[in-house]
């Protein structure tokens, strides 16, 4: 079965750090994988996807994600953390009969001064 | 586009009451879901649809709680009634399965409902 795992509910970095959010998944077939992220008050928005062509893809906002199959990972990260990349970020997988997404439980991060 | 449109933004209304949230997708759209966020349950897929058919609706908590979509451009959601418990922020969202289409899901701003 489809899931995802996201490890750490609650990360926090310094201004200018490097972010780092991880997510594992488990799927019985070739995974479509992606992040979105979650301002206050907001829709979900999407920030990158893993559709099987690039294992790092580029997202919006600086952010990047690398497609591990052999540590069945899709962490999230941006070398440089700002006030506005404060957000609830969420992994996803598509599930087995294509048509829909499987969220993990999100992960907030929070950015000090 | 728009975007996906949700109404009401908020709603607030007495236990045993009937609250009906709307969302109109994204023109073109194949499929719609229904989301319910929490603090302590997070993000739980409701129903989807395809085509305009429930595909999917095991994540539906009781049958106090209904969806319809008529037609390729609207659908509700109906609790009927209302408790306490059912407050919570309700997502729509859409996406294209068909050519070029990678299931991304857009999201609508959402629908928070308060029950007293």
């Known amino acids: 079965a489809q899931s995802v795992t996201q490890l750490g509910s609650h990360v926090s970095v310094s201004e200018g750090a490097l972010v780092l959010l991880r997510c594992n998944y488990s799927?019985?077939?070739?995974?479509?994988l992606f992040w979105y992220v979650q301002y206050p008050n907001q829709g979900l928005q999407l920030l990158l996807k893993?559709?099987?062509?690039?294992?790092l893809v580029k997202g919006i906002n600086g952010f990047e994600a690398e497609f591990k199959k052999s540590e069945t990972s899709f962490h999230l990260t941006k070398p440089s953390a700002h006030m506005s990349d404060a957000a609830e970020y969420f992994c996803?997988?598509?599930?087995?009969?294509?048509?829909?997404?499987?969220f993990g439980k999100g992960t907030t991060l929070s950015v000090s001064s | 586009d728009a975007g996906v449109i949700q109404s009401p933004r908020h709603e607030v209304t007495e236990m045993g009451q009937e609250v009906t949230l709307r969302c109109k997708p994204i023109?073109?759209?194949?499929?719609l879901f229904w989301y319910r966020q929490t603090m302590m349950r997070g993000l739980e897929l409701l129903i989807y649809f395809n085509n305009n058919v429930p595909i999917d609706d095991s994540g539906m908590p009781e049958d106090r709680f209904s969806a319809k979509m008529p037609n390729a451009s609207f659908s509700t959601l109906k609790i009927q009634p209302s408790e306490p418990r059912d407050s919570a922020v309700y997502f729509c969202a859409s996406s294209f399965s068909g050519t070029g289409g990678s299931n991304e899901q857009f999201f609508g701003p959402g629908t928070r409902l308060t029950v007293l």
């Open positions: 893993y559709t099987s062509a690039a294992t």
């Open positions: 996803a997988v598509i599930n087995q009969a294509g048509t829909a997404l499987i």
């Open positions: 023109s073109g759209h194949d499929y």
């Open positions: 799927s019985s077939v070739p995974p479509y």
